[in-house]
């Protein structure tokens, strides 16, 4: 089956700098990859996603990458606020009725 | 936000004793799933649904049983609950499964097998 690695486990960056939370998946077949934002208590949001036929998606300071050949997606989040700070999952799917395939998860600090 | 219900958000029982979680979706949306959280592994898929009475088994199955007798609901099942089963068990659904839709959350039912 898929398995997807996330890394790194915890990241701190200063307010206003970017942060890149970098994920590979195994299973090739693997076609959508969202990413989700947790927050303590809270469900996982979906904030950003991406089809295996797009290199790249941007919606206002998020952003995510995909290079199929090497296996692996970004999230990159620009000038960053407290209100990001959280936990960010990525995940990915193949084209089956089944479901997600999920990393374990960054934890995401903005320090002031 | 979706309109996805579970119930119920928490519950505290003891090892043994049968546990049936209800995801109640007001989309009429075709997908549903269940998945569940744990320090350390992130969200793992415990069974998936692609229409009423249609079912299969996810990554993390064993000791779990599904049932979908109608479109909105989605039952999850612990027969014998054991104390590895404490979770956080999260319901998702989508519109489509195989044209990749998203996922969307509901907001979850904390577990405690004791």
């Known amino acids: 089956g898929e398995n997807v690695e996330q890394h790194p486990s915890t990241l701190s960056v200063q307010e206003g700098d970017s942060a890149v939370i970098k994920c590979t998946y195994s299973?090739?077949?693997?076609?959508?990859f969202p990413w989700y934002k947790q927050e303590l208590g809270k469900r996982p949001q979906l904030i950003i996603d991406?089809?295996?036929?797009?290199g790249e998606k941007k919606d206002q300071r998020i952003a995510v990458t995909l290079n199929k050949t090497a296996k692996h997606f970004s999230l990159h989040i620009t000038e960053t606020q407290p209100e990001d700070s959280a936990v960010y999952f990525c995940?990915?799917?193949?084209?089956?009725?089944?479901?997600?395939?999920f990393g374990k998860g960054t934890h995401l600090i903005i320090q002031p | 936000d979706a309109g996805i219900t579970q119930s119920p958000r928490h519950k505290v029982t003891e090892t043994g004793t049968p546990v049936t979680l209800r995801c109640h979706q007001t989309?009429?949306?075709?997908?549903m799933y269940w998945y569940r959280q744990d320090p350390g592994h992130g969200l793992r898929l415990i069974h998936y649904?692609?229409?009423?009475?249609?079912?299969d088994k996810g990554e993390v199955s064993d000791g779990y049983s599904v049932s979908r007798s109608k479109t909105e609901d989605f039952l999850l099942t612990l027969e014998s609950a054991t104390s590895s089963q404490t979770s956080v068990y999260f319901c998702?659904?989508?519109?489509?499964?195989?044209?990749?839709?998203?996922?969307?959350f509901g907001d979850g039912t904390r577990l405690s097998i004791l």
């Open positions: 998702a659904i989508s519109e489509w499964g195989f044209s990749n839709q998203p996922q969307h």
């Open positions: 299973d090739s077949a693997s076609n959508y």
């Open positions: 991406i089809r295996s036929n797009v």
């Open positions: 995940a990915a799917k193949g084209g089956g009725a089944d479901g997600l395939t």
């Open positions: 989309e009429n949306h075709r997908y």
């Open positions: 649904s692609y229409g009423v009475k249609d079912t």
